[in-house]
């Protein structure tokens, strides 16, 4: 409920930007940080991306807020966006994210300093071009040395909060997040099939410059409202921003005490992974082969049975199909 006042205040009207109602966005996040004893200031510069499959460039004001820790072996970032689509009211896209990480930050303040480092980047421009992100990863000294970042993001209005993208060699990440969120909903198969499709959020910034790890989550159903007037708080569920919001407190608390130097880094190959009955199963993407060639025998052996025990071969080939 704290976390859905942020995502109303956020989500009042369209603000794209560049728009007098971004700056207003711009200056409740500043003000809420401010009310919390956060420091807090804003990055003016100029990004420039070709992600969307032309340059583009767009004057950003990213918020950057940081929470010192108590002997950090690295950086946490936590990532949303606060611009809109130009029709949208962006309560889900990206005002879940916004108010995701408003509300962490608040419930990180009131507990002991975390051991490493964490900052919180409000970006501008994404639904642009990406150029507030880009702005950070290339420019800002925060950025400088890398990290684990956590983008939060929205495609829709309902539905679980999916962790859907990971950098590469994300064996260890996928543990951490295996261990910490109360709530897991992830699968290898989305993370490869997002791969291969001509999508980009403000993670891929984070993810191409070579020196962050890190994990994307989204919800995703309810996909009608997506950069359209309906994006707005009273389409949106708050079961999936209480889920959102959960599992992003959680993972920040678990990353904020882990070493994040080791995490950062690649950690070999892809972890296969996926949900059953709320816990996540997964192994060494190296298993995969030898899993499948398994599982073939294991027809073949059956078939071989079922071929003795009568069955025609028609109806054998149909069921092997």
Same mark, same amino acid.
């Given at each position: 409920e704290r976390a859905r006042i942020h995502q109303e205040r956020v989500s009042t009207r369209p603000h794209p930007t560049g728009s007098p109602a971004a700056a207003e966005v711009r200056r409740y996040i500043l003000d809420?940080? &401010?009310? %919390?004893?956060?420091?807090? +200031?804003?990055?003016? /510069?100029?990004?420039?991306?070709?992600?969307?499959? &032309?340059? %583009?460039?767009?004057?950003? +004001?990213?918020?950057? /807020?940081?929470?010192?820790?108590?002997?950090?072996?690295?950086?946490?970032?936590?990532?949303?966006?606060?611009d809109s689509a130009t029709i949208s009211h962006g309560a889900g896209d990206d005002g879940a994210g916004v108010a995701t990480l408003l509300e962490t930050a608040r419930a990180l303040r009131s507990g002991p300093a975390p051991r490493n480092d964490v900052v919180l980047v409000f970006t501008d421009a994404e639904e642009a071009c990406l150029c507030g992100a880009e702005a950070f990863v290339s420019q800002d000294p925060a950025a400088a040395a890398g990290g684990v970042v956590l983008n939060f993001e929205s495609r829709g209005s309902s539905g679980p909060a999916i962790m859907f993208e990971t950098s590469?060699?994300?064996?260890?990440?996928?543990?951490?997040?295996a261990r910490a969120a109360p709530r897991p909903v992830a699968t290898s198969f989305a993370v490869e099939v997002y791969r291969l499709l001509p999508n980009d959020t403000d993670f891929s910034p984070f993810r191409d410059a070579g020196r962050f790890g890190g994990l994307n989550t989204a919800y995703i159903d309810g996909s009608a409202a997506y950069h359209q007037p309906q994006d707005d708080v009273a389409h949106q569920s708050i079961s999936s921003l209480q889920h959102l919001g959960t599992n992003a407190l959680a993972m920040t608390r678990a990353l904020a005490d882990a070493?994040?130097?080791?995490?950062?880094?690649?950690?070999?190959?892809?972890?296969?992974?996926?949900?059953?009955?709320?816990?996540?199963i997964r192994y060494p993407g190296g298993f995969v082969w030898p899993i499948a060639l398994l599982a073939l025998l294991v027809v073949a052996v059956a078939a071989v049975l079922l071929r003795r025990a009568g069955t025609g071969a028609p109806r054998l080939l149909g069921a092997i199909a």
């Open positions: 809420e940080l &401010a009310a %919390a004893g956060i420091d807090t +200031r804003v990055q003016d /510069a100029v990004g420039s991306t070709d992600a969307l499959g &032309a340059v %583009a460039l767009a004057r950003v +004001r990213n918020v950057i /807020a940081r929470l010192p820790g108590a002997g950090s072996s690295g950086t946490l970032f936590l990532v949303a966006h606060y590469r060699g994300n064996g260890d990440l996928v543990a951490a997040y070493d994040i130097a080791t995490l950062a880094r690649p950690s070999g190959t892809d972890a296969t992974y996926f949900p059953v009955l709320g816990r996540m």
